[in-house]
Every structure is written in C-alpha cells, then in structure tokens.
C-alpha cells in the first residue's frame, strides 16, 4: 500500500453506501434481538395479559413474581419442579464438560505430539474417527450402555459420554506442533522429565487454547438436550432446556407461557452473558476447533 | 500426520497412561454403542423384546420400501438445504456491510453474534410462541396482511417456523466466518478494482465473492450437519415432526422410531444410514481442507 492510499476501510467514500450498510446492520440487530425481546416482555406479564391478543409489547409489572415463582416452585400445569435446581444442574454441567474434555484432551495430545509408541497412529485414529459419531445417530444404544453403568439420573451419566472430543484433541495436537522444539530440548537437556515439561511448559503456553475451547464447550454443556432428555427422569436431575420443554403442556392457550418465558431467559442468559463478555476467547474457540 | 516432532520423550508405559482416559471413554461410550447400533440393524425383536433373530439386511430392505422414510430424506433434504442457503445469504448480506462500517461494527457483531449462545430446544419454545396459533405476535401480525398461519394444522407452515427458527441460531456462526474471511482479503485488491473503475457491487461479484468461496464451501458444509443433526432440539419443541409427519426429518426419526415406537431393528438401520452420511460429509470437509492447505 503506498502513502497516498486512503485509510484503511474506505477504499472511497459514498455516504449513501454507509448509510445503507447502518441500515442494514440495524434492521439485522432487530431482527436478531426481537425475539428476546419479546420472550423477556412475556416473561414479566400475567398469563391473562399474554392470551389477549395482540399482548402488550411493553414489560409488565409481573417480574419479581414470575421469576420467583418460577426459580423457586416451577409451573403449575407443567411439570412442577423448580428451575433454580435445574440451574445448578445445568451449572454443574457446562463446567464437568469442558474441565472434562480439556484435561482427557491434553494429555492425550501430549502422548501423540511427544512420545514414539506401538500403535500411537492407531489410537490417533481411533480418536479421530469419533468425530463422524454424533450422539444423535447412537441414541438408543448409548443410552443401553448409561443404563448397564447404572448412570442414568446421575451427573456422571449427563457428562461422561459427552466428555470425549475429537476436537479438543486435534487442537491441542494442532498446538503442541508449533511449539519450538528447543523447549523440549532445553528441558531434557535440564534433566527435567516428560511430566515437568508438560506442567511447566506447556501447560502454560497452552492457557488461550484452554481459555478458547472453555468458552465454546460450556455453552455445548449448557445446551445439551438430546441426551439429558433420555437420561434424566428425576425431576431433581433435568436441566433447565429439559425443564422448559417439560412445562409445555400442549395447547396454546394451556400453557403457562409467562413461566415458560421466565424460565427461557434464565436458561438463555448464561450462555449469552458468556459469549458477549467473553467474545475475544469466545470467537478464537469458534475459529480454532474448526479448523 | 504429516508433521513429527524432532525432539521426544522415551517412557514405555507413559504414552499409553496419558491417552488411557481419552481411549476408555472413546471405547465405551463411541465404539460400543456404534458397533451396537450396526449389530441391532441386522436383527429383529418381538414387542416385547424377549426375543431377537437375526434377519440379515431386512431392516434396510423395508425401510427403503417404506414411503414415509423416503419422504423424511426429501423432507431433510429441503430443510437442510433452505437452511443452509438462506442463512449463509443472510449472513453475508450482514456480515459485507459489518465490514463496511467502520463506526459501530463492533457494537453490531457484539449484538449479532449472542443467539449462538441459546440452546436450539430453547430458540424452538421462542419460536412457537412467537408463532402460536392462538396467541403469537407475529400470527397476529400475519392475520392483519390477510395470512392466516396454523402451522400445528398445516405442514408447509411447521416447515417455514423450524428453517427460521433455525436460521436464527446459526445467523452468528455464519457473520462470524464470513466477517472473519472478508477482513482477510488484502486491501489491495479492492482498491485495484475501485481504480479501474469498478463500483462496490461488481467489485464484490467479481472480486471479494470469489475469494469468499472456500469460506462459503466451507459454511456450507457445516450448515447441512447443524441442520441434519443439531436442530433435533428446535423439531422436538416445536412442531415433534408433524404435523402428519411435514417436519419429520431423519435424526428426528431415529429419535421417535427408537425411543417412542421402541422399534430398535429399524431405528438402528436409520442409525446405520445416518452415520454413513456423515462419514461422507466428514470426507467432503477434510478434502476441502486439504484443497485449502495446497492452495
């Protein structure tokens, strides 16, 4: 680029262009946002103000008593357990995962990347293969295993069998390659062995990759919904998505939207709040595991 | 693995400890089960499951004879397709201009990418309120332009609600590789095309989508496997595969056939068949992203 090149970004200047773009950026956010606005207007309405139609399009005085109701009691027509439980459930959950997978994963690479071994390429693959698995497509069977091990209702059971990933490992593995060889020299040459090196080393450098891959499995461990809904049957072991599918009854009129709405936003906010804050590891995760 | 690590470690057990957690889980909960599912699609077990018998690749030969599992792969193909197409188109609208502004652009991604982060169950319970037949907003939005919309009694319409519903969640993912991929393109190149006189929307044809298409390809991809697999949640919230089966897409199958109907021959098949598809899918990625590497 020579100096006499504009500023970056603006390779010539059309204001209607720009003014276009805003437009278009605004009536995307709108669009986007819309719907939570509207499930957040719901959530602090009295169920009569929602089923006369058109319902109000302003929030409601009904917060306090919606949410209350809801984190501490449940719904009354659906099921009836409270969503402050499942919360903590769901909690419980989106962290096991993510610990889960980030710490089977890195060891697992670190074998791969920095040992020789008998059948090293075998187990590579093995691993590599899981990712044509999905959980939707080995339900019924998965689910026969859970329940030989005893661990449906369990959080053992909402965890393990989400815990190994593919993805983790290859970027861990991705990783490890671009780390200089002359650290591990250094190391063997301080007589420092494999598992120094791997706490001292590289466990250290390898902070933003855990940072990134945190972000984006913890709103995977919140999300679950398949296969929390066939394990759990206990009310006292749902997650708040399987709690609000639960209230549900059938029916328009018979559901309890208000409930359903207040319980909407607080499984939605977690995850949200997370990606917002969190947007730089949140974006590096996203870009990285799908490399 | 094309790449080795010069320097390495010697132990003789350490290797195998460190990858025995990863490898335990893989076996039990992947392989196991996987292997399972092949096993049960070859046999077939009376109501009561007490007895099974090996019946060879009947479970196939009926399924393929059976209209309603050939309609759910025109119905999966259609929803996977609008999907994937109408959220990529949407997406890139937002995320060219995104780039464009230079004021605001990062307010915007801020406010654009946050649906990744609801649960598609979730963004499904949304979606049928705001869509209800009775109640919802937008139906009463619909029946002032003269639409009457019911989509618990029409099939198309329970069809429209889960590809928006759906397109909503993956707006973000969409911005993001798009955005990601247009702040990549050199400079350069647009200002060449701006001095021979091109004008923003033939620069963008013939210059920015271009460059664009491996991200394109590579979205593509990645939009058919959310909509095959990860949309089970908006389906089981909203409309459960009707209504008459109008929604009922194969993953939703598998789902309803194994754990509603327990018919667990013909639902394995149906696992069998799904897994095949994403095998190839797999393929079609890992060969786009070695073409990516050799470019």
């Keep these: 680029m020579n100096r006499s090149s504009p500023p970056p970004g603006m390779v010539e200047n059309r204001p209607w262009l720009t003014f276009f773009a805003h437009a278009i950026l605004i ?9 939570l606005y509207i499930t957040f207007v719901a959530s602090t309405l009295t169920l009569e103000q929602i089923l006369t139609v058109p319902m109000p399009l302003v929030p409601g005085d009904q917060f306090w008593n919606n949410y209350t109701q809801v984190i501490t009691a449940g719904s009354q027509r659906g099921a009836a357990a409270p969503v402050g439980r499942m919360m903590l459930n769901s909690l419980v959950v989106a962290l096991i995962i993510p610990l889960g997978k980030i710490s089977i994963s890195i060891i ?8 020789r071994f008998p059948l090293r390429n075998f187990f590579f693959w093995m691993i590599f293969v899981t990712l044509m698995l999905p959980v939707e497509v080995r339900i019924i069977p998965t689910f026969k295993v859970a329940a030989d091990l005893g661990i449906l209702n369990s959080y053992a059971g909402l965890t393990l069998p989400l815990i190994a990933s593919a993805t983790a490992t290859f970027l861990f593995r991705q990783f490890f390659m671009t780390v200089p060889d002359e650290l591990a020299e250094a190391a063997r040459i301080d007589g420092a062995g494999p598992m120094r090196f791997f706490i001292d080393v590289l466990l250290p450098l390898s902070k933003t990759s855990m940072a990134a891959l945190f972000v984006i499995q913890f709103i995977y461990g919140w999300n679950q919904y398949l296969w929390p809904l ?15 599918k639960r209230m549900i009854t059938g029916g328009d009129a018979l559901t309890e939207w208000h409930l359903v ?23 590096k995760g996203l870009v990285d595991t799908e490399k | 693995m094309a790449a080795e690590k010069r320097v390495i470690f010697r132990s003789a057990w350490l290797p195998y400890l460190l990858l025995a957690p990863q490898i335990a889980i893989t076996i039990i909960f992947f392989f196991w089960p996987a292997f399972q599912a092949a096993w049960y699609s070859f046999q077939l077990q009376d109501a009561f499951g007490l007895q099974t018998e090996f019946v060879g690749l009947r479970n196939f030969h009926e399924l393929f004879g059976d209209p309603r599992y050939l309609e759910s792969f025109k119905i999966t193909a259609v929803f996977s397709l609008s999907v994937a197409s109408i959220g990529i188109a949407i997406s890139l609208l937002f995320a060219t201009m995104a780039n464009r502004v230079i004021h605001g652009a990062i307010g915007y991604k801020t406010f654009l990418i946050w649906p990744y982060a609801v649960a598609s169950a979730v963004a499904g319970v949304i ?3 705001l869509f209800a037949p009775s109640v919802g907003i937008i139906t009463f939005a619909l029946k002032q332009i003269g639409i009457h919309w019911n989509w618990v009694l029409r099939g198309d319409q329970a069809m429209i609600l889960v590809v928006v519903a759906s397109i909503w969640k993956q707006i973000s993912y969409n911005f993001l590789f798009f955005l990601a991929g247009l702040q990549s393109i050199p400079k350069s190149l647009i200002e060449a095309a701006a001095i021979d006189g091109a004008g923003p929307i033939r620069r963008f044809w013939t210059v920015v989508f271009p460059l664009l298409t491996p991200t394109t390809f590579f979205l593509l991809v990645i939009n058919i496997v959310y909509a095959f697999f990860d949309t089970f949640g908006v389906i089981d919230a909203t409309t459960q595969g009707g209504p008459a089966g109008a929604t009922n897409i194969l993953v939703y199958k598998v789902y309803h056939d194994g ?4 018919d667990l021959g013909g639902s394995s098949a149906q696992s069998v068949i799904l897994m095949i598809i994403v095998i190839a899918l797999t393929v079609v990625q890992f060969r786009y992203i070695e073409r990516k590497v050799h470019y």
């Design chain 1, 27 to 35: 009536a995307g956010v709108a669009l986007v946002a819309f719907p």
């Design chain 1, 230 to 244: 066939l394990i759990t049957t206990d009310e006292s072991m749902y997650t708040t998505v399987i709690g609000i």
């Design chain 2, 127 to 129: 979606f049928a309120f």
């Design chain 2, 259 to 262: 754990v509603k109907s327990a």
């Design chain 1, 261 to 283: 709405m207040a319980t909407a936003m607080l499984a939605l906010l977690p995850p949200a709040v997370v990606v917002m804050l969190m947007q730089k590891w949140f974006v």
């Design chain 1, 108 to 115: 697992a690479s670190f074998a791969i990347v920095y040992f």
